[in-house]
């Protein structure tokens, strides 16, 4: 808040940046602003499985990142999937869970980019896992991607 006791104006990727430290945005920045001025910043940040896009030329790799989710899926999920599996159709249970765990991943994914400073994240590679044992089952999702800078072509 200003002095007025209005929020400070919602800040473009550029100005983040400029409070950076050695080009790394840090938590202590990030908590000056209001959640839903992150989340804005968040959202201008491209993510493509593309590993080049031809309007703009990459200035600078900043590095591979990676995020990941887990999600128990139990009994009842099992239950819910075998039905859906022996009468047909598709499982929603199931359905709801991978598109949960890939949101995750890709915010993941652009919050790891925000804190380096990226424009975009490219190459975007998601690979999904189940792990079971001892009755319980886990799905795994990993995501990965380099974290880039770059600017429109002229």
């Known amino acids: 808040m200003n002095t007025a006791g209005n929020p400070p104006p919602i800040p ?11 080009g ?33 030329t990459i200035t600078e790799r900043l590095g591979i990142i990676t995020h990941e989710a887990a999600f128990g899926i139990g009994l009842f999920f099992d239950f819910l999937t075998s039905a859906s599996d022996v009468f047909g159709g598709r499982s929603k249970t199931t359905q709801r869970t991978l598109r949960s765990a890939r949101n995750a991943v890709l915010l ?8 380096l400073g990226a424009d975009a994240v490219i190459a975007i590679d998601l690979d999904y896992s189940e ?4 009755g ?11 974290a880039v800078r770059w600017r429109a072509q002229a």
Not at 28 to 55: G, H, N, Q
Not at 108 to 115: H, I, S, T, W
Not at 136 to 146: I, Q
């Open 12 to 22: 473009s990727l550029e100005s983040l940046r400029s409070r950076s430290r050695n």
């Open 24 to 56: 790394i945005l840090t938590a202590d920045v990030l908590a000056a602003y209001d959640p839903k001025t992150v989340e804005k910043a968040l959202y201008e940040i491209v993510l493509t499985t593309e590993s080049a896009i031809s309007t703009h």
């Open 136 to 146: 319980k089952s886990m799905l795994f999702l990993v995501g990965s991607g380099t």
């Open 131 to 134: 792990f079971s044992g001892k």
């Open 108 to 115: 993941g994914l652009r919050q790891e980019a925000l804190l």
